[in-house]
């Protein structure tokens, strides 16, 4: 297949392209912006009509969109820009798998729910209740993409990390090595994911649809939820991440970080928009549709971790 991926200079989209190199498809990997040493197609998915020439002019059989506005704070302040990138640029892509009979993975995100209490693990077809701007643009970007009736397969995820870019196991990887001491929250409650692992879910997604790809619609398609197995705090988050870094500190006899990791509550930093209090995802679905095995959050934070300082 000639598959086309979006953002793929963020997270996602570099576990993408190192999951890309054991698929004997064709990938076009394409940005907005460029990165030195990494190849990368020009393509601005606001733009409809660009969209569309890439799909026609490269014969794409299906689109891994990676792009998204994410900065959940910065969103409530630029609600326009989060709905053009998180709901009108996937409807872009979808028109165009539309037009080719092609297949749409979209990731979504956790930030769906969060209004209503809830103390269980979310399933696919709760019902969404964004508390802020990022989640309820996310959720549009959802239903404009089954409103175009392509075939598509949406995957929200949570509080992902990777090698890659700025996020949260890197910034306390490098903050607990620094700061004598570090007060994290522990009344936000998911799961940690590994961008890596979840490029290989969808990888094991489009490898099942390719030898459907020509049929009208796509048995399998519909809202999937993906993260790590596992339940935590970012503060155990943290713990977790200042153990696995001494650990390698002390293999390679490096003094070990000493930061005192205190919990505290979310109202200790305050933020425009209120996060999901728990946002664990049942990932049920996912692992039965497509056979997928899913590792514990801790297993893949070491080996990130392990990966990052080699």
């Known amino acids: 297949m000639n598959i086309l991926v979006t953002g793929a200079n963020g997270q996602l989209g570099n576990e993408m392209r ?12 394409t940005d907005v912006c460029r990165v030195e040493g990494v190849e990368t197609t020009m393509l601005d998915i606001t733009d409809r009509d660009a969209v569309m020439a890439m799909v026609r002019e490269n014969g794409i059989d299906a689109i891994v969109n990676c792009a998204a506005y994410t900065n959940v704070d910065a969103a409530e302040t630029n609600e326009a820009l989060a709905e053009k990138l998180n709901a ?16 749409l993975v979209q990731i979504s995100t956790d930030y769906v729910f969060g209004k209503e209490p809830y103390n269980v693990p979310c399933r696919e077809e709760q019902k969404g209740t964004p508390t802020g701007v990022y989640g ?7 239903q404009r993409i089954a409103a175009t009736g392509c075939k598509h397969v ?34 936000q409650v998911g799961t940690p994911t590994y961008a890596l692992d979840l490029a ?3 990888a094991a997604v489009l490898a099942d649809y390719a030898p459907h790809a020509a049929e009208p619609e796509y048995a399998k398609g519909g809202v999937y939820h993906y993260s790590n197995e596992g339940v935590c705090s970012w503060y155990d988050f943290t713990k977790m ?4 870094g001494n650990e390698l500190r002390a293999k390679s006899g490096e003094p070990l970080a000493e930061c005192d990791v205190q919990p505290c509550h979310s109202d200790e930093f305050p933020s ?3 996060r999901p209090a728990y946002s664990v995802l049942d990932k049920t ?6 056979s997928i095995s899913v590792p514990y959050w801790t297993e893949s934070l070491k080996q990130c971790i392990n990966n990052l300082k080699h």
């Open 200 to 202: 290989r879910a969808i």
């Open 285 to 290: 679905k996912i692992k039965q549709t497509f």
């Open 154 to 187: 949406i995957i929200r995820t949570a509080w992902l990390y990777s090698e890659f870019g700025k996020n949260f196991c890197k910034t306390m990887l490098q903050l607990t090595a620094t700061k004598p001491r570090l007060n994290v929250v522990f009344d």
């Open 272 to 274: 425009p928009v209120t």
């Open 241 to 244: 991440i200042l153990f696995f």
């Open 88 to 103: 009108a640029a996937p409807e872009n892509l979808a028109t165009a798998m539309k037009e080719v009979n092609g297949l």
């Open 136 to 142: 309820l643009t996310k959720l549009h970007g959802e």
């Open 18 to 29: 190192i999951v890309a190199r054991e698929s004997g498809d064709r990938y076009i990997f």
